[in-house]
């Protein structure tokens, strides 16, 4: 097995941006910053990690510079983490990993949470992928090609 | 740490989605999917996963019904691993993943690939979230309802 050459020297994107959030720690930390979580202690209580989870987990955000570390705004001790601009383009995953959740991992009745608009209380529209044009288009009408950036 | 209740019984959707797609081979295989691979050997090939790792993974995609078994199309001995209409519901989220990598992964001048649309040969639109009325929002302007399905 060729760890560095599956997930890091690789031209595919999948692959790299994998090797960051295809950790279901990770994947937590970001959704709890976009609820507006920042000190360690509150994304304890959130997601129940074990403490050397969370520091491993928020160190490799950080160090991804998805996390970035500030002072706390109240002016205490605490140091916040904060998503970066690199971490605020995770958005739409979150959105994705949520909408597939929704609709495919709860039984009828049991409660869950949506994502709505807060100016108009509606939900947030699904996700889909488009063409240049706007056209939805499903994975057999699309195919990888080679560029250089 | 309460593993079920972080990612099991919990009303977050994205949390029950991180605990099957929280992993980085399962982030690959479905990506694989995708691109048309069906066999185990393939998937090999292209993840350079080992034989273990891609055994408990490839399980564990058909156990959450992401993947179905189904006998070869060529009428061969070998199975093939297709995506359900479940799997197939993962594009946007690899377009996610793979979106952000081109954008935040890669240097100037390294070679990556695009998604393109097969009709047009112009890569697919940036995802972007946006609200009922198709206005493109962040996630300041979004927020977490609880609802009964």
């Given at each position: 097995m060729n760890y560095e050459a599956t997930f890091?020297?690789?031209?595919?994107p999948v692959a790299r941006a994998s090797a960051i959030l295809g950790d279901k720690w990770a994947l937590m930390l970001v959704r709890d910053a976009f609820d507006g979580v920042t000190r360690f202690s509150d994304f304890q209580k959130s997601t129940l990690a074990a403490k050397n989870i969370l520091t491993s987990r928020l160190k490799k955000l950080v160090d991804e510079d998805i996390f970035a570390l500030r002072p706390a705004s109240d002016g205490s001790a605490y140091q916040q983490y904060v998503l970066t601009e690199k971490g605020r383009a995770l958005f739409p995953l979150i959105v994705c990993l949520r909408q597939w959740g929704e609709e495919n991992l709860f039984h009828p009745g049991e409660t869950h949470s949506i994502l709505v608009d807060n100016e108009t209380d509606a939900p947030v529209a699904k996700i889909v992928v488009r063409n240049h044009q706007g056209e939805i288009i499903g994975p057999e009408r699309s195919r990888r090609k080679r560029v250089i950036k």
């Open positions: 890091i020297n690789t031209e595919c």
